[in-house]
């Protein structure tokens, strides 16, 4: 446990020092922001951008234009950002050698993935939260938000999908000799989940299912139940790729 909470706060001040958590900050915050305002001044924009003699007519902006925006950045830019950010989450000191002399001084190789894996998903759920309560209250301030259902739960199969990234991520970067190897190998996953998305005896259990129908999630006539076999797969997916994680790194020769 020692080893464990030692190189957790080194991996802490390795974020801080290379600002990968300054700048994973800065882009979740602006995502924040832009959400309700893009919203709220595209109707605007368009109307003033228009050729002479053409009227463009567009229904008032709600709090479901909001977080569509909110949804839509998150679940392509800001997850892209994120993968981008930790690729080399384990890759890169595993090609410097770096981890050689901390391990021989006797770290556990579990400690390792799992400190690597607790601050990448502490980091993540920062920024969503950030980027959540920032696009929360400004669309409280904008907009009436009183069709707005199941939101929290939305949210959270957004976060749940990202831990799932950040696990397989991890679960690569173990097998993979750099973080084009990471990225790649988790884009390829991606595309076959999409693919599979496709037949639908499948699509219930697919993990796309949590960022592909977020606004769908936000009516009253919704059922969470209907996403919850995608949840359990996703969670279970996770479980297994940290454990994959774990015991392929500790029997892997650095």
Same mark, same amino acid.
């Given at each position: 446990?020692?080893?464990?909470?030692?190189?957790?706060?080194?991996?802490?001040?390795?974020?801080?020092?290379?600002?990968?958590?300054? #700048?994973?900050? #800065?882009?979740?915050?602006?995502?924040?922001?832009?959400?309700?305002?893009?919203?709220?001044?595209?109707?605007?924009?368009?109307?003033?951008?228009?050729?002479?003699?053409?009227?463009?007519?567009?229904?008032?902006?709600?709090?479901?234009?909001?977080?569509?925006?909110?949804?839509?950045?998150?679940?392509?830019? @800001?997850?892209?950002?994120?993968?981008?950010?930790?690729?080399? #989450?384990?890759?890169?000191?595993?090609?410097? $050698?770096?981890?050689?002399?901390?391990?021989?001084?006797?770290?556990?190789?579990?400690?390792?993935?799992?400190?690597?894996?607790?601050?990448?998903?502490?980091?993540?759920?920062?920024?969503?939260?950030?980027?959540?309560?920032?696009?929360? @209250?400004?669309?409280?301030?904008?907009?009436?938000?009183?069709?707005?259902?199941?939101?929290?739960?939305?949210?959270?199969?957004?976060?749940?999908?990202? #831990?799932?990234?950040?696990?397989?991520?991890?679960?690569?970067?173990?097998? $993979?000799?750099?973080?084009?190897?990471?990225?790649? *190998?988790? @884009?390829?996953?991606?595309?076959?989940?999409?693919?599979?998305?496709?037949?639908?005896?499948?699509?219930?259990?697919?993990?796309?299912?949590?960022?592909?129908?977020?606004? $769908?999630?936000?009516?009253?006539?919704?059922?969470?139940?209907?996403?919850?076999?995608?949840? *359990?797969?996703?969670? *279970?997916?996770?479980?297994?790729?940290? @454990?994959?994680?774990?015991?392929?790194?500790?029997?892997?020769?650095?």
């Amino acid at each position: 446990m020692k080893g464990y909470i030692a190189f957790l706060k080194k991996e802490w001040l390795e974020q801080l020092r290379t600002y990968r958590l300054f #700048i994973l900050i #800065i882009v979740f915050f602006i995502f924040g922001m832009m959400n309700p305002l893009t919203a709220k001044l595209t109707p605007l924009l368009l109307e003033n951008f228009a050729v002479e003699g053409m009227k463009i007519t567009m229904p008032d902006p709600t709090a479901m234009d909001s977080y569509m925006q909110f949804f839509k950045n998150n679940t392509s830019m @800001g997850l892209i950002a994120l993968i981008l950010v930790f690729s080399g #989450i384990l890759s890169s000191e595993l090609s410097k $050698g770096t981890l050689i002399n901390i391990l021989t001084k006797g770290l556990s190789r579990n400690a390792v993935i799992m400190a690597k894996f607790t601050s990448a998903a502490f980091i993540w759920t920062i920024c969503l939260a950030l980027c959540f309560v920032t696009t929360y @209250g400004y669309t409280e301030y904008l907009f009436q938000q009183n069709d707005i259902y199941h939101l929290w739960f939305a949210v959270l199969c957004l976060w749940l999908f990202g #831990i799932f990234l950040l696990t397989l991520l991890l679960l690569i970067s173990t097998v $993979g000799k750099n973080s084009y190897t990471s990225l790649m *190998g988790v @884009g390829a996953v991606v595309v076959i989940l999409f693919m599979l998305n496709m037949l639908p005896v499948l699509q219930k259990y697919n993990p796309i299912l949590l960022i592909s129908n977020n606004v $769908g999630m936000l009516v009253s006539e919704y059922q969470i139940a209907d996403a919850m076999a995608a949840v *359990g797969v996703t969670a *279970g997916l996770s479980i297994v790729f940290l @454990g994959g994680a774990v015991m392929i790194f500790r029997k892997k020769r650095i």
